[in-house]
């Protein structure tokens, strides 16, 4: 339901009071993405990562994020947290987490060679100020690789009808490297019911990204916004096994 009304949102909003036409905010984001395709790859990339603390008397987390990333775009992601320190006695709790992912639809398209994978790693101190609500702070490390060979499948006649070098895009090899730190808050809202809002700002890019997520005791839902990213909304539905 949340994602459905996000996606909605999409395309209502960008004509919103005639700024902008939706064939005009489809153009400019299509060009954004060819001109900058790292970028956005990599924002697809952070969307399936987990970088909140795990839940109260939990030692262990494994997810997996199911849209979009593994559907409808098939890519086969997991990650896992570890408690490695309890919070007590003015010590905080201490997160140790990491995740990766593949792309399964390039495996088994035709007459192309794709390869596109990503991993992270980090850690989070948490730590409580209120019976019903947790900060927390970390560090991640994350990066993202995507290479890519279309044996000439785009032809110059794609240049001429888009006014864009098409031809240009049959290979490459693109990737990512950053060290994020992030700051947030976890509220309790109910029975094994939380709500976490958190900043993350990439280092080497300078570039910031904010999350909501509702979480629940095995779905957790959310919108990621990338301000200065080609597709400024990515919602997401992620599974989880705690322990």
């Known amino acids: 339901m949340l994602v459905s009304a996000l996606l909605a949102g999409l395309i209502v909003l960008p004509g919103a009071g005639g700024a902008l036409t939706f064939t005009d905010r489809a153009i400019g984001i299509g060009t954004s993405i060819v001109s900058d395709p790292a970028s956005f790859l990599y924002d697809l990339h952070q969307n399936m990562e987990d970088l909140t603390p795990s839940g109260v008397g939990r030692r262990l987390e494994f997810g997996t994020t199911l849209f979009p990333s593994f559907m409808p775009m098939a890519m086969l992601n997991g990650n896992a947290k570890v408690q490695a320190l309890r919070e007590h006695g003015g010590i905080p709790q201490v997160d140790i987490l ?3 992912w593949t792309s399964l639809i390039t495996k088994f398209v035709p007459d192309i060679t794709v390869d596109w994978w990503g991993w992270n790693l980090g850690v989070l101190v948490t730590g409580t100020i209120d019976p019903r609500m ?4 970390g560090y991640e ?31 490459g090899d693109i ?9 947030g808050s976890e509220v309790l809202r109910g029975q094994d019911k939380l709500l ?3 900043i993350g700002f990439g280092v080497t ?11 629940g005791n095995v779905f957790d839902s959310g919108i990621t916004f990338y301000p200065e990213g080609s597709w400024v909304i990515w919602p997401f539905e992620a599974y989880r096994l705690k322990f």
């Open 98 to 100: 990491g995740g990766g």
């Open 196 to 198: 976490v809002a958190q």
């Open 141 to 171: 490390f994350s990066q993202m690789r995507a290479s890519w060979d279309l044996k000439g499948k785009i032809k110059a006649s794609s240049s001429v009808s888009s006014g864009l070098d098409m031809t240009s895009l049959n290979t």
């Open 205 to 215: 890019t300078q570039r910031l990204a904010a999350r909501l997520t509702w979480k």
């Open 175 to 183: 990737g990512k490297t950053e060290h994020i730190l992030t700051i």
């Open 134 to 137: 947790r900060i927390f702070g």
